[in-house]
């Protein structure tokens, strides 16, 4: 036992690193813990959303965010400290935003990509789910006094919903309207026929009104069109045409 103890008593200063690498290792089992316990949690309230979307139930709000409390040294003004990481944060959720509405807004697309906008899909339904937090989230502008502790779960939130988006969308590609049957994929291919002639300015008011009519007969229960979809199709068939008192009208 001598050179044992000879050994503890010439290299005692190995204790500290060793409990430096002990803590380290329990940090980063608490870490994955608490990681996995939030992936769950997300997961239920992923797996709910889905569930109200094919009942048609609706679930509660999220809650409200707290009120902002005395500035202390944990807050940061984001145009003192962080302007460059709120403006990308910023940026890239309008980017997905909009990526988002070109298949809401887009009658063509939603055709073409019905899963987009099927709540009951699983990976749309976490999309919608990671975009309404990175909503509730978001700062109120770049002059917004937040915390770190805000601008973390911002952060976290933002990468979430790209994320989200961009697994439902390359999903969506991928089914377009496998799920669909033989009839009713060929009731999206009329609707998609008829909508060209519905946006086509070539055509003559009355064929342009006959094919929107015809596109929502097509799609009637098989796509849910929203109302800010169906308002931009129809600013599309209602192009303004010249005036009959028009100089450039009259012209043979």
Do not use: C
Request: net charge neutral; glycine share 4%.
């Amino acid at each position: 036992m001598e050179p044992f103890f000879d050994f503890l008593g010439n290299f005692w200063w190995l204790a500290f690193p060793l409990f430096g690498v002990g803590a380290g290792a329990w940090n980063s089992l608490q870490a994955a813990s608490r990681r996995r316990h939030k992936q769950k949690l997300e997961l239920i309230r992923a797996r709910a959303e889905l569930r109200a979307a094919e009942t048609g139930v609706i679930l509660p709000p999220l809650p409200a965010k707290p009120e902002k409390k005395k500035q202390k040294q944990s807050e940061v003004t984001s145009g003192e400290k962080r302007p460059s990481t709120l403006e990308r944060l910023f940026a890239t959720h309008d980017e997905i935003t909009a990526r988002w509405l070109d298949y809401e807004l887009d009658v063509a697309k939603m055709i073409a990509y019905p899963a987009m906008s099927d709540g009951r899909q699983p990976l749309t339904a976490a999309f919608l789910r990671a975009k309404r937090r990175a909503d509730h989230l978001r700062p109120d502008g770049l002059d917004a006094r937040i915390t770190a502790e805000e601008l973390r779960e911002y952060r976290e939130a933002v990468t979430d919903f790209e994320v989200a988006f961009d697994l439902a969308e390359r999903d969506a590609k991928r089914l377009r309207d496998s799920e669909f049957t033989d009839a009713e994929r060929k009731r999206l291919a009329t609707a998609q026929r008829l909508l060209n002639i519905a946006v086509d300015e070539a055509a003559t008011p009355a064929e342009r009104q006959s094919a929107y009519r015809r596109v929502r007969e097509e799609l009637d229960g098989l796509i849910a069109v929203s109302d800010e979809a169906i308002e931009t199709l129809e600013k599309k068939v209602m192009r303004e045409l010249p005036r009959a008192d028009d100089p450039k009208a009259a012209r043979p």
